[in-house]
């Protein structure tokens, strides 16, 4: 089989080789360009090397990124410093006619070149001082930045490269090693997450994609995804559609026998030690009963707690402690959630479709509920992926999960904060590390990184990072995400709403993005305070016009309340 064709670059000649960098993976190279040579922006070197198998020698392109610059000549200080002097008539005045009279320093980070089948290769072949250093052309920009190109199965176009013209060079990701590996969106308040997770599940449920996403949404930011059903963009000649599955809070329904000790445990109010001690004896008691698809509910798990607080004395007569009755009283007031039910359940094969997105709205329900609930739904999800995938679930079973998922956790500081207990932060870090070879993928989103747990977090093997102002989240980073690289981190305090850093195992390569616009509405727009002032101000203000031009007749006094007057 032939090896693929390497990309060549034919682009713009921007500056010369002046040496190594401080490294053996960076070299330097002088430039007078101050337009086109940006923090980021992509250039490679030509060097001459043999194809083993063919024994004949061709150029080869070496990719990098530039990584720092600094100015090293320019005009006298004092001719900038008087507004009323053009520095460049001066510069023709003393005989320089370069237009452009500064000198850079750039340095730049090898990549290396690219191979189709292997991906970057990093030579190790420093370019000779006087090197012509050249600006890459979009078109080989897009072939080499992308794993997959756009449209294709697999393909998630997420926007554009930064630094070229909007849609010059298209960014598309791969959705296999997306949701396989695991990813992570990483931003501060208002920075674009949530949009940029709405864009991302757009292109999961695009056409050449069709996938199964279920979306913990603590907020109710993701409704507007229903804007799908219908869209003409997800139109095709077999009559695919995408499903939208709204779950609102009052739709919420988790058996309770799904759940265990610690997740009970964390719904009930603050517990002894001999409380707890008596609630676990009486889970040991339901397993024991436990028959095949057995159900239990509230009572029955009341029931074994008495079982387990019953004593003999010394005359051989059983009689009851007295941690049972108040963790009873506690059960009871878990019986009354409307959330957990002895028969209704949110099952894997309610969740999940291919061409489907589940949004699980939790905007109502408490922290703990939201801790168990999420949890539960996790846990349920890995088994039902790991039995199907062992042959142990048939068709007809709750639990039978034929296809990979991929579930999206907002707010993930919440379900797995870096420093506290939590019930979802186990089962998180389990599917995490082994979700990968059952098919079933993690995307988490945060605007506080630095309080989420860092096992977690490193798991993520697609990060997708955005404007982060706050030091300790900054620092974070630079130890929790590592791919991005420490150049691109440096950007995150200029980064603007929808710019966004995308790096690790779904690109070949870190790249600057800007997120393209959404085909559906965005449901996380921040309220225009200002703006709904006045207009409650003036409707309030119509209103009382009316009132007090109507006539006297007409505004009749209010009757008094049963030996109550009202004046």
């Not at 007078?32 to 250039?43: C, L, P, Q, S």
């Not at 799904?258 to 040991?284: C, G």
């Not at 389990?430 to 309080?451: A, C, D, M, N, V």
């Amino acid at each position: 089989m032939p090896t693929p064709p390497i990309p060549c670059f034919t682009s713009l000649t921007v500056g010369t080789v002046k040496g190594p960098g401080e490294n053996g993976n960076q070299y330097v190279f002088i430039t007078a360009d101050n337009r086109h040579v940006k923090i980021g922006e992509f250039v490679y070197y030509e060097v001459e090397t043999v194809e083993a198998d063919l024994g004949v020698s061709s150029k080869r392109q070496i990719l990098g990124k530039i990584s720092a610059r600094c100015l090293i000549d320019h005009l006298p200080d004092r001719i900038f410093a008087d507004t009323e002097i053009s520095p460049e008539a001066i510069a023709a005045l003393v005989g320089f006619s370069h237009p452009n009279p500064e000198i850079y320093e750039v340095t730049v980070d090898v990549i290396g070149y690219f191979h189709p089948a292997l991906g970057f290769m990093n030579p190790r072949v420093a370019p000779n001082p006087g090197s012509k250093v050249y600006l890459a052309n979009d078109q080989e920009l897009q072939v080499v930045l992308n794993k997959k190109q756009p449209g294709q199965v697999g393909s998630a176009h997420i926007g554009s490269l930064l630094l070229r013209e909007l849609e010059a060079v298209p960014i598309a990701l791969d959705v296999k090693e997306l949701v396989s590996t695991h990813m992570a969106i990483l931003a501060g308040t208002g920075s674009g997450k949530s949009y940029t997770a709405g864009v991302l599940v757009e292109e999961l449920l695009m056409p050449h994609n069709r996938a199964a996403v279920l979306i913990f949404d603590p907020h109710g930011e993701y409704a507007t995804l229903d804007d799908l059903r219908g869209h003409p963009k997800f139109a095709t000649v077999d009559g695919y559609a995408p499903k939208v599955k709204i779950l609102k809070p009052e739709d919420v329904r988790i058996r309770v026998s799904s759940l265990d000790y610690y997740d009970v445990l964390t719904l009930l109010p603050e517990m002894s030690d001999r409380q707890q001690s008596i609630l676990n004896k009486a889970f040991t008691i339901l397993k024991r009963h436990k028959q095949g698809n057995y159900r239990w509910g509230v009572q029955d798990l009341i029931a074994a707690v008495f079982e387990a607080d019953r004593t003999q004395d010394d005359e051989g007569n059983e009689k009851t402690g007295s941690s049972a009755p108040a963790i009873e009283w506690k059960l009871e007031r878990l019986a009354r959630s409307p959330y957990f039910h002895s028969v209704e359940h949110l099952a894997p094969r309610d969740l999940f479709e291919p061409g489907q997105v589940t949004v699980l709205q939790m905007n109502e329900i408490s922290q703990e509920e939201q801790q168990v609930i999420c949890a539960a739904v996790l846990r349920q999800t890995n088994l039902a992926r790991m039995n199907t995938q062992k042959e142990n679930n048939t068709p007809d079973d709750e639990n039978f999960l034929p296809y990979p998922v991929f579930i999206l956790v907002e707010e993930a500081h919440r379900f797995a904060p870096a420093h506290e207990p939590s019930r979802c932060k186990m089962i998180l870090r389990t599917i995490l590390s082994e979700g990968r070879k059952f098919g079933l993928g993690i995307g988490l989103i945060t605007q506080r990184p630095g309080k989420i747990d860092s096992d977690v977090l490193s798991q993520c093997m697609s990060q997708f990072i955005m404007r982060i102002v706050n030091p300790v989240d900054q620092d974070s980073l630079k130890y929790g995400v590592e791919a991005a690289g420490r150049d691109l981190l440096k950007e995150l305090p200029a980064l603007t709403k929808g710019q966004v850093i995308i790096s690790g195992a779904c690109v070949n390569t870190p790249v600057l993005c800007q997120v393209r616009k959404r085909l559906t509405k965005h449901g996380g727009e921040t309220l225009n305070a200002p703006e709904l002032w006045q207009n409650y101000f003036q409707s309030h203000q119509v209103q009382a016009r009316k009132i007090e031009q109507a006539p006297i007749a007409s505004r009749a006094k209010p009757k008094s309340l049963k030996g109550i007057s009202l004046e």
